[in-house]
T-cell receptor, first 115, second 109 residues
Framework: ETGVTQTPRHLVMGMTNKKSLKCEQH?????MYWYKQSAKKPLELMFV???????ENNSVPSRFSPECPNSSHLFLHLHTLQPEDSALYLC??????????????FGNGTRLTVT | DQQVKQNSPSLSVQEGRISILNCDYT??????FLWYKKYPAEGPTFLIS?????DKNEDGRFTVFLNKSAKHLSLHIVPSQPGDSAVYFC????????FGAGTRLTVKP
């Protein structure tokens, strides 16, 4: 399997639940990202990992917790979310972090609904 | 602070004609610009890019133009095809990549 794979594709969770989103990249890239896409808004960068080290956390609430166990896998742990957290969560990878001519390769996203 | 703006949420074009998608940015430090295309239920896919040292980059039916003095980026698709119907995002990078909100292109047969 090639590219960036995200699971699950759809997730419905209550505000008291704990769930995790999973991302796997098969491209040999060194950087991985979590983005949030809300309706009619630009993609918002949440977290960046470069060589398995977190390099950016864009003021994301602590109810979102990322984990990067190795260069191919990225998780987003979710707990006590709010209804306004409902969105499409996209994982992406790139050859290098902040590398020129290093486009992002996206997964198909997880559509999250918080009830 | 939205540094990358796509002011047209939608665009409709007849098949065979030119589609022109526009993007404006505010950060003069951006040195790498990209266009992504997104179909429903899929993630964005990279389409074409341009670095700030160029003003034009062409790949088949797709051409990206960069006007640094105006801080303006455009994507031309010619001829447009129904399969080009998608949401197009522009992005700009000075390290971190910033995205516009997208323009939905509809190409009518």
């Amino acid at each position: 399997e090639t590219g960036v794979t995200q699971t699950p594709r759809h997730l419905v969770m209550g505000m008291t639940n704990k769930k995790s989103l999973k991302c796997e990249q098969h491209l040999g890239h060194n950087a991985m990202y979590w983005y949030k896409q809300s309706a009619k808004k630009p993609l918002e960068l949440m977290f960046v990992y470069s060589l398995e080290e977190r390099v950016e956390n864009n003021s994301v609430p602590s109810r979102f917790s990322p984990e990067c166990p190795n260069s191919s896998h990225l998780f987003l742990h979710l707990h006590t979310l709010q209804p306004e957290d409902s969105a499409l969560y996209l994982c992406a990878s790139s050859q290098d972090y902040q590398g020129l001519n290093s486009p992002l390769h996206f997964g198909n996203g997880t559509r999250l609904t918080v009830t | 602070d939205q540094q990358v703006k796509q002011n047209s949420p939608s665009l409709s074009v007849q098949e065979g004609r030119i589609s022109i998608l526009n993007c404006d940015y505010t950060n003069s430090m951006f040195d790498y610009f990209l266009w992504y295309k997104k179909y429903p239920a899929e993630g964005p896919t990279f389409l074409i890019s341009i670095s700030s040292i160029k003003d034009k980059n062409e790949d088949g039916r797709f051409t990206v133009f960069l006007n640094k003095s105006a801080k303006h980026l455009s994507l031309h698709i010619v001829p447009s095809q129904p399969g080009d119907s998608a949401v197009y995002f522009c992005a700009a990078s000075a390290g971190d990549m910033r995205f516009g909100a997208g323009t939905r292109l509809t190409v009518k047969p």
